[in-house]
């Protein structure tokens, strides 16, 4: 009789037959490729989804609730550097709540002017402010209750498809918001808001604020890379991610290098006035792609840092 030993030997040195492989691995090609020419059916805000779970789990995960949020926030104020001699960024609210099974983080950011509106320049500046503070909470207050209205209705399934108490605790149900403030100088702000949840479906939206408060508006590529930024954005992208694919076996760019074949899923075309963009610490605009906008889903989020122009 075969030890136990001997028996995981066995197992240990059986090879898997190269077309096996292939097929896994063609498979996960596969995934990827359709998920991302879904992504470009649809345009404007990005939400991204990695499916799991049971069919009524990923029902649920869909599902787009148009809740307003009654939840009463904490009144944390963190104070953060005084951006030039017009205004600072503070965390007007910020709340942890953990209970039966989900953990919910929030930051939510606000612009504050450093001095009182004296005439009708500064009352539009208000006004400018103003607005982008309330298009902030009003994502927060929607994507947090949507995300509790999801929860509920996902615990409700699970114990109607006969899921135990057991099973529900090892559940491990994340939901944050938060902020980062990516440059501050003068009169220029650039600050990135993030939605995110980890539990059924991993699903995340990213929001970018370029503000130039002395002239109330916000910035755009053309702004910072100046007329010929199509063409100075485009190069370095395609520079960029050409360099990444070559450099890295596992880096992988939808028409770029080693998927320069492949033309089932479009890859990146060109930058425009709508592209996403964050400015870095260094002045610089760093454009910023979705999950399966330019690559497979498992490289998630993709930016690339654009020089810009010397003067």
Excluded at 33 to 50: D, N, P, W
Excluded at 249 to 278: L, P
Aim: aromatic letters at 10%; glycine letters at 6%.
């Amino acid at each position: 009789m075969r030890k136990p030993e001997d028996g995981k030997k066995v197992y240990d040195n059986i090879e898997i037959p190269e077309e096996l492989r292939d097929v896994v691995n063609g498979a996960i090609r596969s995934v990827d490729k359709e998920k991302s020419l879904k992504k470009h059916r649809s345009r404007g805000i990005v939400k991204t989804f990695r499916y799991c779970g049971t069919a009524a789990a990923v029902l649920l995960v869909c599902m787009t609730i148009g809740l307003n949020t009654n939840e009463v926030f904490a009144k944390e104020m963190s104070e953060l550097p005084i951006i030039g001699s017009l205004a600072r960024v503070l965390t007007i609210r910020s709340y942890h709540e953990k209970d039966e099974g989900h953990d919910i983080k929030v930051n939510v950011p606000e612009i504050q002017l450093e001095e009182t509106p004296s005439d009708n320049t500064d009352t539009q500046k208000e006004t400018f402010v103003g607005d982008i503070n309330q298009e902030i909470q009003n994502i927060v207050d929607n994507y947090v209750a949507e995300a509790k209205q999801k929860f509920a209705e996902y615990k409700e399934a699970f114990f109607a498809t006969g899921g135990t108490e057991e099973e529900w605790g090892d559940r491990d149900i994340a939901v944050n918001v938060d902020y980062e403030v990516k440059y501050q100088q003068g009169n220029i702000l650039s600050m990135v808001l993030t939605t995110d949840e980890a539990w059924v479906a991993a699903y995340g939206v990213r929001y970018y604020y370029n503000l130039d408060l002395s002239r109330d508006r916000q910035l755009t590529l053309q702004d910072l890379l100046g007329e010929n930024y199509v063409e100075i954005a485009n190069e370095s992208i395609l520079r960029q991610m050409e360099e990444r694919d070559a450099a890295d076996e596992n880096v992988i760019y939808w028409g770029i290098g080693k998927a320069a074949e492949d033309d089932m899923v479009e890859g990146f075309q060109s930058v425009d006035e709508n592209t996403k963009f964050y400015i870095n610490k260094d002045g610089n605009p760093v454009v910023c792609f979705e999950k399966y906008e330019v690559a497979p889903g498992y490289m998630g989020f993709q930016e690339f840092e654009i020089d810009k122009p010397a003067e």
